[in-house]
């Protein structure tokens, strides 16, 4: 690679996305002979690995784009790109491209993609016009004290929500039933005060999905999630089993979320509901980044478009396709849980892939299926040092695999092999549990 070759620079990234991130790198240096820098508080020995260069910068910081700018000095000259890959980043990440000149979603409407209060908040000013293009809009409050929620508690008919403005991964969020206890959900959240925290009326379509997709190119994806206080994603599947109506209302209102975000040139993930009659929808929450559970990943198995790549395409002014390929399959990510709650440790319980194919052949036994019906795209243990893991998921952390997965029988719906996969890696995971690997904790 010559000494001066272009640069394109990642404005943070999860841990979980580190595959994507070298997937980046690896695309960037061979389609348009670029280096790749990044920028992320305290780098570590792997983020060496996947990048040229790293920076040590926290994009939470008040301080962060002329941190940056300084870390970067006469190099910032070379940089010919740049791609913001985390929630943490979106606003920061935005302004420190803006300052380097190069292309990116709108800086100064970035917050609303990443504090769901400001986003609310924004939604609110709109709340007409939403409401003609049969948008919902929940009531909602910002909580700071016990007495907001009782307060808040006391006006709804149903149930709320109380959660966190600024994570991810479903962590803190809490599903109030009528009358229910106010005292224990505030306690709850109360760790997540000092980033903001919000109620909002619960939102009764039973369905959910994801309004995903690049510059103009979308999609829709169907969200799995599990029912109860605890409303965790368990799986994702695309294509969408949707009509032609319902589309339109997904689309119409993840439109209008994106002008609302300062979505333009780069990704998306807006969460939609959407109604039984499938005329109105809601909005749960917007994202401008790729959706997590590998969802680029599904879209490139079903309709054979690499969207990373035409990320990267995108940001060096390379041509973007505008609509994805007809699907030729179906897939879905799908979360592995535990038999009964224990303290594990899952570098101790061998080759999860090993694990997630004999899931795959027990499952295919159980529908009828062939084995080369089910493709295993990617699976992967969900790092992490030994923790309590709950039976019944209270977030993502509640997890301990996840695989991508690709059918190739249009007999069986890709919704039945979610369900029986989940079924029967507890089985599988069961004969693993070793009693000097873990500790059972008492329900």
């Known amino acids: ?45 792997h983020d060496r690995t996947i990048s040229d260069r790293v920076f040590d910068a ?13 870390l970067l000095g ?41 504090d769901k209060l400001a986003y609310r908040t924004a939604e609110d000013r709109v709340r007409t016009q939403l409401n003609q293009l049969g948008v919902t809009l929940p009531d909602f409050v910002r909580i ?12 709804q008919q149903g149930s ?29 959240v109360a760790p997540y005060l000092d980033g903001g925290v919000l109620a909002e009326a619960f939102i009764t379509f039973t369905r959910e999905f994801s309004y995903d997709g690049l510059g103009k190119l979308w999609f829709v994806t169907e969200k799995v999630s599990a029912s109860g206080r605890y409303p965790v994603e368990v799986a994702q599947i695309l294509p969408a089993r949707l009509s032609e109506q319902e589309r339109l209302a997904i689309r119409n209102a993840g439109e209008q979320v994106n002008r609302l975000v300062g979505q333009r040139i780069g990704p998306f993930h807006n969460e939609i509901k959407l109604s039984d009659s499938g005329d109105q929808t809601a909005v749960i929450e917007p994202n401008r980044r790729p959706g997590g559970m590998k969802i680029w990943t ?6 054979g478009l690499d969207l990373y790549a035409a990320w990267v395409d995108s940001v060096f002014a390379g041509p973007v396709p505008e609509e994805l390929p007809a699907a030729t399959c179906s897939a879905a990510t799908v979360m592995f849980g535990v038999p009964h709650d224990v303290t594990i440790d ?30 295993l795209l990617e699976s992967t243990w969900i790092a992490g040092e030994p923790r309590l893991i709950h039976a019944i998921p209270r977030d993502n952390s509640d997890f301990v695999a996840q695989a991508c997965v690709a059918l190739h029988a249009p007999s069986v719906d890709i919704r039945d092999l979610v369900r029986v ?20 904790v008492a329900s």
């Not at 240096?29 to 670029?34: D, L, M, N, T």
């Not at 899952?346 to 089910?374: C, F, H, M, W």
């Not at 004969?431 to 500790?439: F, K, N, S």
Request: hydrophobic fraction near 45%.
């Open 58 to 70: 926290d994009p939470l910081h008040p301080d962060f784009v002329d941190q940056a700018l300084n």
């Open 346 to 375: 899952v570098t101790t319980l061998g080759d999860v892939q090993a694990l997630v194919r004999d899931t795959l052949t027990r499952a295919a036994q159980e529908l009828a299926l062939s084995r080369d019906d089910i493709a």
């Open 421 to 440: 996969l989940r079924e029967q890696w507890l089985l599988v995971l069961e004969r693993c549990l070793a009693p000097e690997l873990l500790l059972k």
């Open 1 to 45: 690679m010559p000494l001066r070759a272009p640069v394109l620079l990642i404005v943070d990234y999860n841990l979980s996305r580190i595959g994507d991130v070298l997937h980046l790198r690896d695309y960037a240096r061979q389609q348009w002979g670029a280096q790749t820098w990044l920028i992320r508080a305290n780098p570590q020995d």
């Open 298 to 303: 599904l879209a490139h198995a079903v309709h």
């Open 160 to 188: 709320f929500v109380i959660k966190p403005a600024c994570e991810g991964n479903n962590r803190g969020v809490v599903v109030v039933s009528a009358g229910g206890d106010c005292e224990q959900a505030f306690t709850e």
């Open 144 to 155: 700071d004290g016990l007495h907001d929620v009782r307060n808040f508690a006391a006006r």
């Open 74 to 114: 006469d190099d910032a000259g070379r940089i010919s790109a740049g791609l913001v890959f985390s929630d943490n980043a979106v606003t920061s990440g935005a302004a420190l491209l803006e300052r380097l000149g190069l292309p990116v979603d709108d800086a100064a409407l970035a917050l609303a993609a990443f």
